[in-house]
């Protein structure tokens, strides 16, 4: 796919038909992730596939419903240490998570990011993936085909969100 087609159609799916999702797409997403920036080139971020239905099943129960219907999901651990700048683990992971939910697109593939709902609940689901407890277990990709392809969210228009040189000033 072209690159502004991919990021068109990209949305945040929760319910998807069955299907299967190789290890080769997964270690391509993954890919993608791992090539996104870092401060200090850190690279503070290691990733877990998960296919075990069993495992897919517990987290559809403890943080959002999409993992009944996955094919796979990828978890992303990140190392929240300082690093020669600073603390901007955060940034890092939100670098590689977009990557990755491009390249999903770019796959024929359909995700949601899960993070909120996951929050209350990262030390149990880091004991389930086995976590190390100095890691941070930040966010969820549920991967599979999307059960319906909706519309996307209506959008503001640039017109309306881009200024030039002072906030405010249009052309």
Request: aromatic share 8%; hydrophobic share 40%.
């Given at each position: ?11 945040s799916?929760?319910?998807f ?9 997964l270690?391509?997403v993954i890919e ?9 080139n850190a ?9 075990d239905?069993?495992v897919?099943?517990q987290?559809?129960?403890?943080t959002?419903?999409s993992?009944e219907t ?9 190392d929240p240490?300082p690093?020669?700048?600073g603390?901007?683990w955060?940034?890092?992971a939100?670098?590689?998570?977009q990557?990755?939910l491009?390249?999903?697109?770019n ?10 709902t ?10 389930l993936l086995g ?8 966010a ?13 969210p209506p959008?503001?228009?640039l017109?309306?969100i881009?200024h030039y040189e ?6």
């Amino acid at each position: 796919m072209e690159f502004y087609d991919v990021v068109k159609r990209r949305r945040s799916v929760r319910k998807f038909s069955p299907c299967e999702v190789s290890d080769e797409v997964l270690l391509r997403v993954i890919e993608a992730g791992r090539l996104a920036p870092s401060g200090c080139n850190a690279q503070n971020r290691d990733f877990i596939i998960i296919r075990d239905r069993r495992v897919l099943a517990q987290l559809h129960g403890k943080t959002q419903p999409s993992f009944e219907t996955a094919a796979a999901a990828i978890a992303v651990v990140m190392d929240p240490a300082p690093t020669c700048y600073g603390s901007y683990w955060v940034e890092d992971a939100a670098a590689a998570i977009q990557n990755m939910l491009l390249a999903i697109v770019n796959e024929k593939y359909d995700s949601v990011w899960i993070e909120g709902t996951l929050r209350p609940h990262e030390e149990w689901a880091k004991e389930l993936l086995g976590v190390p407890k100095e890691k941070r277990l930040y966010a969820l990709l549920p991967v599979g085909k999307a059960a319906k392809q909706g519309q996307g969210p209506p959008r503001r228009s640039l017109g309306d969100i881009v200024h030039y040189e002072t906030y405010g000033q249009k052309r």
